[in-house]
């Protein structure tokens, strides 16, 4: 079962690195194009600059669950090497699991944005489009990386391993 939980979670961070490339090409894109135009033939491309802000938080938020898969996320250290050796692999565990009441805070909040955002019709005012499809991205991202955070609580041989840098440290 951790071999098809490890080739699910090794499909899902496939899938989010190729979305954060397409995102940031297609942002890169739309900017670059606005920059012509303007420079070149007076005339922005219309919404570019909007339109590659929601690229942008697409590919963020999606970084922030790829970087947790890697390991390489910020984390607090100021309580490492305060318990026993011992004690690590049941305080990695707590870590991963209150990781994921946080991921899973920031998703309750994000949804109670996203449904007030979507209750009062927002939109944005350059494009007019609403603008609850675009912040859907916290959500995906929070709720990927606590449930990855879950998995490596339940399965701590999933969880990425120290550097060997951070090792040393």
């Known amino acids: ?99 994921a009441a946080i991921a899973v805070l920031v998703v309750w909040g994000a949804w109670i944005f996203i449904a007030e955002t979507r209750f009062f019709n927002e939109t944005n005012p350059t494009i007019r489009l609403p603008l609850w499809p675009m912040q859907t991205p916290l959500v995906i991202g929070f709720g990927l990386s606590g449930l990855r955070h879950l998995v490596f609580a339940a399965f701590p041989d999933l969880a990425p391993r120290k550097s060997a840098t951070e090792a040393e440290a």
């Open 1 to 99: 079962m951790e071999r098809q939980i490890n080739r699910i979670l090794g499909w899902i961070t496939a899938a989010e690195i190729a979305v954060i490339v397409i995102s940031f090409i297609a942002m890169a894109a739309l900017l670059l194009a606005d920059i012509v135009g303007r420079e070149i033939l007076r005339q922005g491309l219309f919404g570019a600059s909007s339109y590659a802000l929601y690229f942008l938080i697409l590919s963020a938020m999606l970084s922030f669950d790829v970087a947790v898969a890697r390991g390489v996320h910020l984390r607090p250290t100021a309580f490492d090497g305060l318990a026993p050796q011992s004690w690590d692999p049941v305080l990695q565990r707590l870590g991963h699991l209150l990781s």
